[in-house]
């Protein structure tokens, strides 16, 4: 998917950028169009969004792929850059279906063993603890990814 923005709202010239639509269940979804956003002095292009109300930035900066809150105060690191973002997308959604919702504790956790080596394989310095994959392997890890439930979400 390919969004844009004006070109004045970034003054490094950044008006478009491809990005993946979405993910699996609320992880992630692309935004509608790019949006501007300085945090601590940095500028942002927000692309998408995680859960309820957190987004999914780019540092214009440096490339790399963060996340934030609801208030967007501060960020963490998603991905070192968009083609790694991009990649794992795409890998993980490959590896969907992760279990059925009659699925033992011992399927939930090869799942999330699963996506983090995925993860690890493609961009090894993004699966930090208390980082957004890790946090995602952890939920796909205690159940909460039940192929009818995500399909049904």
């Excluded at 950028?17 to 300085?38: K, Q």
């Excluded at 969907?96 to 090869?110: K, R, V």
């Excluded at 961009?123 to 439930?149: L, R």
Aim: with cysteine; net charge negative; glycine share 8%.
């Amino acid at each position: 998917m390919n969004l844009a923005a004006t070109a004045d709202s970034f003054d490094s010239g950044v008006v478009s950028l491809e990005v993946p639509t979405d993910l699996i269940g609320y992880s992630y979804r692309a935004a509608d169009s790019l949006e501007a956003f300085v945090i601590s002095g940095v500028l942002f292009a927000r692309f998408g969004h995680t859960e309820m109300f957190g987004s999914v930035l780019l540092n214009i900066a440096t490339g790399e792929v963060v996340e934030s809150g609801r208030d967007l105060r501060e960020v963490s690191l998603v991905s070192t850059s968009m083609e790694h973002f991009s990649r794992c997308v795409q890998a993980v959604i490959g590896r969907f279906p992760f279990y059925s919702s009659d699925a033992s504790d011992d399927e939930w956790e090869l799942a999330a063993a699963d996506v983090a080596q995925i993860v690890r394989s493609i961009d090894p310095k993004a699966y930090i603890e208390g980082g957004y994959w890790h946090e995602m392997a952890s939920d796909i890890g205690m159940g909460d990814y039940a192929t009818e439930d995500v399909v049904n979400r």
